[in-house]
Structures are given as C-alpha cells and as structure tokens.
C-alpha cells in the first residue's frame, strides 16, 4: 500500500493541487452518473478523474454538456467493473458507460505519448497520429493534451483540481496556449488548428502567438484528415453559438479556405465580396437561435455557407456558355457539391435538403402560379425564404420577392389569390 501511495504521490509531484477550498466546483454541477462512475472506480481501487473540457467549463461558471473521465484501469479492467459498458475505437481504446439511450459516459485511460512507444507505425509519414493506445501516468496524459487550459484534473479522492500546465492561470488569463511544440502538435493531429479557433472563439480568448504562429504554413495538412470528420468540425464550429467569431478568425487564419475553397474564392474577389456581410449576418442570427436552443440546420448552413460558390458558377456559366438560369444553377450545384465532398463529406440526406433550398431561390423569384403554393407547401420553404431574404441584404433587387412572399404566408386564402392575380398582372405588362 505504501509503494502504490509513493507512486501516486510521485506522479503528482510536478502538478499544482488546488484544494477544494480554493475553487468553486461543487458535485451539486457534475451530472450524476459522472459521479457514481468516479466512485465506483474509487471503490475498486482506482484512480478517478474528470479531464478537459467539462473541469474548464466548471471553473468558467458554465454548465458543460459531457463529462468525460479518465483512470489508471485499462479498458478491459473497467468492462469488468460496469455490466453496463462498451469499449469502442481503435486509435483511441475507450470504454462508454452506457445510462440509456445514446446517454453514456466516456472513460479514458491515462495514456502516455505516442513517441514512448519507438512504434513508427503509429505515424504517418507527415507526423500524424493514427495509433494511440500507449497507456502512462496522470502526468503523462496531461502533456499529450492539446491546451492548457483541457489539461485540468478534477479529482474525486479529495474533490481537488490537479493542474501540470498551469492550465488555471491560462484560463483566469484568458490565453490559449498549445501544450508543447505548436507545429510538432498540429503534425501529429491538423484538427488542433481548428479546435484552437473554436475554443478561443467559444471563450472569448487570445490564441497566444506561438501556438497561432504556425497555423498559416500548417493549414494544407488538413488535407489529410478524414471529409467525415471535417464535416463534423463545421458544425461544432458554426453550431455552438459563436460562429459569429469563428468565422472571421477561420479567414485570419486560412483555415476557412481549406474548408469552402470554392467560397473562400468568391469571397476575396472584387464581385463577391459583398457576400461577407450576408455571411456575418446569418452568423449573428445563428448565435442567437443557439443561445436561445432553438433548432438550427445543417443543410441550411451548408446551403448558406456555399451560395457564395454558386453564384460564383451560375455567373461563369451564364457568361462562357450563355445558358438559361434554372440550367446554369443545375449544373452549378452538381459541380460545388462535388467538390466540397472531397473536403467535408455531406451525408446524402442533408445533400438532397442543400439541392431543395438552392433551387427554391430561382422559384421563389420567378413567383409562377402553378408552383407557387408547392413552393410554399415544400419542407424546406422556410429555410429557402430565409436564404433568399439574407441574400436581399447584399441583392437589393431580391427585396420585393422577400417582402412578397413574406406578406402571401401570413395572408388568408382570399388575400392570397388576390396577390397572385396582381403578380399575373405586372407579368403580363
């Protein structure tokens, strides 16, 4: 017993240890179920913790949304302690505590840094980690952490937070610093480029210059990375209620370009440039939808966030080709999808909801009485409208249709069909 306290105690001995008594975090603001799993790992004489960015969140004052654990038991070791556990991955070995439903909490054991292996089969040639199963110390799993600030240590012993990389005073000074080598760091895992981008945009925080200094000359190893798990980082960075700030801190950093170069193109020439002001205010719009939880879209914000390129393909299209419009934008939307799927890989049900709300813009224009009450009977009216009424912004031409339609769904059958008549009428002149 006194051999296991002395190792305990010595791989803590480069930690600060902030006792209960000097922070704020209480067990009344941890869920429950995190609570009987760092007991029940205690009990059968483990260690226990919560890590990252529920322990950040915590001190911060917020209410976080997982609660992740890790503990010096393997993963086969906790299966044995939970009836009600799954182990899962294959980079990452971890092990899901199921409480229901798609409800379960993840537990992680402590794992040293890839290099102690002296496995070259756990890189790629480019320094990116594929294999990550190399189990260590508390102090060890700290340093393999991206920031400093989701290397804190929560633990349920003595309710103390244990802090290797000072960590607390990044987070008091609002500084997020990259624990390590920045370029080192972002070889062995790209998406630490755009995590650094959504947390300091999450916490209102100034990414410090050497984790930010590489970002620029790094962003093309994003190539590398899965289109499944690119499509997944879009949506934490413009669905958590801070896209607002992402967005323009992605086009700093060129990291935007990677992920919507078709965009980004039009964005920096002299004829669509406009379309950063209809971006920021749907951004605006977005947050507040979040920070209220109301329902935001995927296909909606992918719709959003490559209208930009289309239009860009409608306009090269209609000038090299001389094409109808409705023609133009078919052959525009088989041509950015097929490129944005080669970086972030749309599933195919947000694909055929992206096609319905572009294609509504030319109908919702054109305002033609056989298609007009299909258009507004379409599932995706809503966000077609929306689109339309947020490219009216930097189109002002597009006004009288928003203002058109806006008045036809609030009117009753009898105004409606007056409306449409008077919309024959200025056709006709």
């Known amino acids: 017993m006194r051999e296991v306290l002395a190792i305990k105690n010595k791989s803590l001995s480069n930690a600060k240890i902030i006792s209960r008594s000097e922070h704020h975090i209480s067990r009344k603001n941890i869920d429950p179920r995190a609570i009987k799993v760092l007991y029940r790992l205690k009990s059968c004489g483990y260690d226990a913790y919560l890590v990252g960015g529920c322990v950040r969140d915590l001190l911060l004052g917020h209410s976080p949304k997982d609660f992740d654990i890790v503990t010096n038991a393997k993963p086969e070791e906790i299966k044995k302690i939970f009836r009600n556990c799954r182990l899962i991955g294959r980079r990452f070995r971890l092990a899901h505590i199921i409480f229901g439903k798609n409800e379960f909490i993840e537990v992680a054991t402590f794992r040293s840094h890839y290099a102690d292996d002296n496995n070259q089969d756990n890189l790629t040639q480019h320094g990116l980690v594929i294999r990550d199963n190399v189990y260590g110390t508390i102090e060890e799993d700290a340093w393999r952490r991206d920031f400093t600030i989701n290397a804190l240590y929560y633990n349920i012993a003595d309710f103390s937070i244990v802090d290797f990389m000072e960590g607390v005073k990044d987070l008091h000074n609002k500084q997020l610093r990259i624990i390590g080598q920045a370029k080192k760091r972002y070889q062995e895992d790209p998406v630490r ?28 190893l994003l190539y590398q990375i899965s289109s499944s798990r690119l499509f997944d980082e879009v949506i934490k960075l413009f669905h958590t209620g801070h896209a607002s700030q992402a967005f323009p801190a992605l086009r700093k950093y060129d990291l935007f370009a990677i992920l919507f170069p078709d965009t980004e193109a039009y964005l920096t020439s002299e004829e669509g440039g406009h379309f950063i002001n209809m971006l920021e205010k749907a951004f605006v719009e977005t947050d507040l939808r979040v920070n209220l939880d109301k329902s935001v879209s995927p296909a909606f914000l992918f719709a959003l966030l490559l209208w930009p390129a289309i239009e860009r393909e409608i306009n090269h299209l209609q000038k090299t080709k001389n094409i109808p419009p409705m023609t133009a934008l078919a052959q525009a939307v088989r041509t950015v999808l097929h490129n944005q799927n080669k970086i972030t890989a749309i599933p195919r049900r947000l694909s055929a909801s992206i096609h319905e709300i572009w294609y509504l813009q030319y109908r919702l224009i054109k305002k033609q009485e056989k298609t007009i009450y299909r258009c507004l009977n379409n599932s995706r009216f809503r966000a077609g409208f929306d689109l339309l009424a947020l490219r009216a912004l930097v189109t002002p031409d597009l006004q009288d249709s928003v203002d058109w339609w806006a008045l036809f769904q609030t009117s009753n059958s009898k105004q409606r069909e007056q409306l449409i008549e008077e919309q024959n009428q200025k056709k006709s002149k």
């Open 193 to 220: 480029m755009i995590r650094a981008i959504r947390i300091a945009s999450k916490l209102n925080m100034e990414i410090t210059p050497d984790t930010a200094a590489p970002i620029k000359k790094m962003v093309e």
